[in-house]
């Protein structure tokens, strides 16, 4: 084996250009696969880790999946009725028992869960008036619950605690309306009620329409002020592996009648669409490889070509077709293991340069860096594709070389 690597290494010394050319494309392949992929990935991790840790595991609604059926027809299935113009009764929505429903849920190891009462209310502003979204939750359990803690600026979650008439506010609301730390804001609800409430905190998570219209409270207070006491119509629900939050959200569904909706369930049009851009993003990358595998394949089947007779003369002095196929086999492992060599620190320096350029996307209120994911999978998968891409290219014009002839070539030289 020793003797068919050094024939392979001066077969391909022997055309030093053309070898450096089709290294090249390896190299150059596999940084940029590193790189690209690197960089898609990251995205992606980011985005679901946003998306995982900003939102709730599970949100169980004060709503059923299924509409439930009129008595009329639970009476008479089987009976030609007709039912026309029904309109539901009134009622104060909200999760009937929703501590039943947290009892319920506290059996699941690791879950946190707490009520929600979300609602709507109206600020005064010179003469405006601006829409806000109320979440009334319980202060202990906002921090176990939700991210809105990372994302303050002034005060602290836990000021709820101690002055249940306070808020918590966006910064972009503060900005809009001129507030300051410690001062009152009047809310008006949709039913009329007027409540003011003094400014305890502010967040700013960086997107714009967030922090303009969310806000934080006692759940208390807001039941008091949508006069819907003891109402919840939201229970988030976050739970120790995301990526289990639908298989709990149908049991809890199933047990509970309330429509559960986990966070894969609410995104799937989103995972969906990632799917599609890593299938396009490694077809892109992996054809970088594909046309420098094309340039390994040239350079030894020219070798091939025109070592007709030394390949005749190795088979005369007892080499096997096998043997000589190694030779060859030999050329495009060392050009695909050099290429990889080089091309994933070339990759990482790529990376690293990505590393260091900031964006402002629009509507963002501070700038980002482009998330990379350092993982050794794509550094993996980059050098296996291009070593198989490299063994694949040289197996063809090896082949060939298998099968020549020693007779035919050695009589034609005579």
Request: proline share 5%.
């Amino acid at each position: 084996m020793r003797l068919e690597a050094a024939i392979a290494v001066r077969h391909l010394m022997a055309r030093k250009r053309q070898s450096l050319v089709s290294v090249a494309g390896i190299i150059l392949g596999v940084a940029f696969f590193c790189a690209i992929a690197a960089m898609m990935r990251g995205t992606e991790n980011d985005f679901i880790k946003r998306l995982v840790d900003n939102s709730p595991h599970i949100t169980i609604y004060d709503d059923f999946r299924t509409a439930r059926q009129q008595p009329l027809f639970e009476l008479y299935p089987a009976g030609a009725v007709e039912l026309k113009n029904v309109k539901p009764l009134p009622e104060n929505r909200g999760i009937r028992g929703y501590q039943q429903a947290l009892d319920f849920l506290a059996a699941y190891p690791g879950v946190r869960a707490s009520p929600v009462l979300a609602g709507q209310g109206l600020v005064n502003f010179s003469g405006r008036d601006f829409g806000i979204t109320l979440n009334g939750m319980i202060p202990e359990q906002i921090k176990d619950v939700t991210t809105i803690s990372n994302y303050m600026i002034n005060g602290s979650v836990d000021d709820l605690i101690v002055n249940p008439e306070g808020i918590i506010i966006g910064a972009e609301l503060q900005r809009k309306l001129s507030l300051h730390m410690g001062n009152v804001i009047t809310i008006t609800a949709p039913g009329g009620q007027v409540r003011a409430f003094k400014i305890v905190g502010v967040f700013r998570t960086g997107r714009a329409g967030y922090d303009e219209s969310q806000t934080f409270l006692h759940i208390k207070r807001v039941q008091a002020l949508l006069n819907r006491p003891d109402r919840a119509n939201t229970i988030i629900v976050k739970v120790p592996d995301p990526y289990s939050a639908f298989r709990i959200a149908a049991e809890v569904e199933q047990r509970l009648g309330y429509k559960a909706v986990s966070w894969v369930e609410a995104s799937q049009d989103i995972m969906n669409a990632l799917a599609v851009r890593n299938t396009i993003m490694y077809s892109v990358v992996s054809a970088v490889l594909v046309v420098a595998a094309f340039g390994i394949y040239n350079v030894i089947s020219t070798v091939v070509m025109e070592k007709q007779r030394d390949i005749a003369i190795l088979k005369a002095l007892g080499y096997t077709a096998r043997q000589v196929k190694q030779i060859f086999l030999i050329q495009g492992a060392c050009l695909g293991v050099f290429g990889c060599g080089v091309g994933i620190p070339l990759g990482m320096l790529l990376m690293l340069g990505l590393g260091q350029v900031t964006l402002k996307p629009p509507g963002s209120t501070e700038p980002v860096n482009l998330p990379l994911d350092w993982g050794a999978g794509q550094f993996l998968v980059a050098a296996v594709f291009a070593l198989s891409a490299a063994l694949l290219a040289a197996y063809l014009p090896a082949r060939k070389a298998a099968k020549v002839q020693p007779v035919d070539i050695l009589r034609g030289g005579a």
